[in-house]
Nanobody, 119 residues
Framework: QVQLVESGGGLVQPGGSLRLSCAAS????????MSWYRQAPGKERELVAA????????KYADSVKGRFTVSRDNAKNTVYLQMNSLKPEDTAVYYC????????????WGQGTQVTVSS
């Protein structure tokens, strides 16, 4: 059974940083790309960042380029999202899933982790 557990969110001031983690179980992440998504209140879920299975290729939404960095530790079956220079518009619930362009396990979203950027 696929399980995705996101953690690391919280309340941070504009300009601050957070590091999110996504622990996967029920499948081995080393064989597939992984992605981070976010959903703000009243908005659709959007792809924020993705990383190839070996970690050699990444892509980012234009809104986070240069500020967010996605990485992975296949040995720990975990994916990370380092978020720097956070802005109020980054406020959302953040989720991870397998896949590079669309969520592979669309029926198995985790609970997400809330990120709130506010002074």
């Amino acid at each position: 059974q696929v399980q995705l557990v996101e953690s690391g969110g919280g309340l941070v001031q504009p300009g601050g940083s957070l590091r999110l983690s996504c622990a996967a179980s029920g499948f081995t992440i080393s064989s597939q790309p992984m992605s981070w998504y976010r959903q703000a209140p009243g908005k659709e879920r959007e792809l924020v960042a993705a990383i190839s299975s070996a970690g050699l290729v990444t892509k980012y939404a234009d809104s986070v380029k240069g500020r967010f960095t996605v990485s992975r530790d296949n040995a720990k079956n975990t994916v990370y999202l380092q978020m720097n220079s956070l802005k109020p518009e980054d406020t959302a619930v953040y989720y991870c899933n397998a896949g590079y362009t669309y969520p592979k396990y669309s029926d198995s979203w985790g609970q997400g982790t809330q990120v709130t950027v506010s002074s």
